[in-house]
């Protein structure tokens, strides 16, 4: 099994005439995803990699019979972002991967807002989507399909993670001690996103395969305030561990910087490295120093709670 | 007409350089710019050679054997 | 970006929430002019995009315009934390019966804008909450649907605040929180707003900062604030040399992207490191194993072999930079090949040999095999996958600094 997407998912892209759109396409067509459309304004008629490409999300939508499709990866420019997005919630569309990074926040609390009211689920922006291993992908996350089988293997543990780059080298690291991965989801790394650890953890919770699950998390925000809270509230059946990147930046020096994502600064003492840590470790999430200590502890935990 | 940058040397054969066809065909095809169409034929700009992708549309885009990519990290080893 | 008071006292204005009769000026004699039209005493305060400026002695009281432009005169030369002042605002000194506090920011775990409110207003509003929670009402709203006054009313209600206070104060907040959506902003705060004795109520101080990444659709509101397009997003550090070199190299080719910081770093390790999440996992691994780096530095979105030769000759270009640890999370867009051959032509430009320069290279993914080709043509350290980020940083301490000490 596997959460949000499986392989009978259908999605298409929007945006799909873009450079990055193209590869995109062609990466999750090679893995095995369903991709049954795209939507770029203007270039209805086209193909991309053999998959059509329309005008509009109705035209595609009538293309196929009147099915709507069940996810959309949204590359579009930052400007014209929020429309596609509300285009394709208007049509229906339930899962959304906002790969776009530098969208204003207004537009993406308005996205998010209107995914809420319609019942769908948005993951990102400013993120590569998500994977299931050997099953299909949504979105760049690791790369080209021949790159991609290398780092993913299908397995036990569910990975969230902030940056699209460590979600791979996670599952990597994962994959070579043998565990495997049940679905991997880069979440994204601005202030907001469509989907945080917490709104994610009970479609883990009810997925079989997942045994286990891994969190890579940097300073800024109050997301795995969030996630502690949930697994005080919920008796999660999953051990979590979690990694921390960004130590550095509790230095008093580096009060007020940005470095990596867009959500990563330190404004307030909750958002430090240090404060998030102790969080996690209250709700009983170790927090790992390095990334090649992780797959002993997961094996370690899953004992655990096997023999509890 | 052969050119060698640090890591790529690129080469299209004499009786091909003087085929302004061509050296447009190559201009549009390369990703980087390594090819130069001129008036009089084709051209090729040293300063790009090294951004070169490995693509191989230079090779489809050309008749056979008119034009090599060669890797001079691997002994001159050509793309194709 | 961030605003000078006198423009988020403008911005306030213009989106009708009542201000004082005040006055800018970058000069002392107008600043007498001023205070002679407002007539009576005047606050003389710095206008500087930085915190602590009462303490600093950047706001001062006069009684006549003569004080006034005397200590304008002393505040326009002074500096606040290495900030110069844009210029003055000279205000009316208000006769204040009560100061309140208004806010609004971003909620990211909420993922909507929240208003806050305080009848302690003037002091810090943190610290309020703190202190005396029941003195803070909050209340969220949406960012789809029309701003309704009663959602400020239910904030200031919360706060504890009742009668005419209530009343005067729900639709200066409406204002305040339909402004914040407006014109895309991340922080929109009156602090304070204060109730006269005559029972009006008037904006003393503003503090407004716009996303950067809305900054394009909000051209008309800078413009029509007089900021210029040199002064970009006002970053608040200085960039360094380092900082400038990078960027220059990355604005002058569109593909991939890099970026480069050494504020606050000191060491002699050249970091070239990616991609994001790589980036700060790799700047810990190689602190916490007792590495000192020169920079910081981000790598991504596929550069070509001229971007990252850029970014490893500004990294060499530092002082006491004498070697490289070229390391990244495993790529799958950005490619090995492709980085390598960037860093090894900058050794080479440098006269420098590679296989002494790049102490390690820790790049696996896409393109692999033709990236380790190329390095071991040249007889660089390199590794794979299996070793992890950490044992690569570690090898890059060992390397460098265990030979420099």
Redesign the interface.
Known sequence: MSILIDKDTTFIIQGITGREAV?LTRECLDYGSKIVGGVTPGRKGREVHGVPVFDTIAQLVEHNGGVVPDGSVVTVP??GTKDAVFEALYAGIKTIVIVTE?????D???M???AD?SGARIIGPNCLGLIVPGVAKMG?????AK??AV?YQPGSVGVM??????T??IS??LT?AGLGVSTAVSIG?D??IGS?YAELMPYFEADEQTQAIVI?T?PG???E??LSAWVKENNSRLPIIA?M?????D?D??Q??S??????IVE?KEDSATEKIARLEEAGIPVV????EIPDLVKAKIAERSAA | MRKDA??IGVEVKDEYTSDPALGAKLNEVCP?NIYRGTETGVDIDEAAI??C??CGLCYDAAPEGAVAVL?L??DGAALR | MRFFEYEAREIVKRAGIPVTDYGFTTDAAEAKTIAARIGGPTVIKSQVLTGGRMKAGGVKFADTPEEAEAHAADILELEINGHEPRGVLVDPKADVKQEYYMGVV?D??A???LMLFSDMGGIDI?QVAEEHPDHVGRGHF???DPFSDFMAKQVIADAGVTGKALQRCTPILARLAQLF?DN?M?LAEINPIAELHDGTFVALDAHMEM?N??M??QKALIKALGIGAEEGTRE??VPSAFEEAVSAVDAADHRGVIQG?D??FDGTIGLII????????L???V??QGGKPAN?S?I?GNP???KACGLAKAVLAKDGVEKIAVM??????T?V??VA?GV??AC?ELGKDPAETIAIFRIP??WEE?GF??LD??GIEYCD??V????AAGRAVAKIQGEAA
């Open positions: 590869n930052p400007a530098r969208i204003p926040r207004r993406v609390a308005a998010v807002e209107l009211r760049g996350i690791g790369g080209p790159n991609a780092a993670s902030r940056s699209g780059g460590m791979t080298e990597s690291t070579a790394g202030a907001i945080t890579y940097e925000g109050r997301m305030a969030q990694f990147a960004g130590k550095f930046m230095d020096e580096m007020g910087m470095f990596g994502h867009a959500g990563t307030g120093q390095r990334i090649d | 640090i890591f980087v090294d951004e992708v490995l890797k990290y691997e | 971003w990211g775990a993922k909507r804008p943190e949406s960012t789809l959506l895309d991340l996303e990444e809305g394009g659709r608040t550090y910081k504020n606050g990616g991609a994001g999440g790589g980036s700060l996992t700047t810990d691994a602190r916490q910081y981000e991504g070509s072999v001229a990244m999370s495993i790529v799958s867009n490619r090949d492709i051959r090894i032509k080479l993914g896409a033709e080709k190329i043509k040249y996958r299996s992890s980020l950490w044992e």
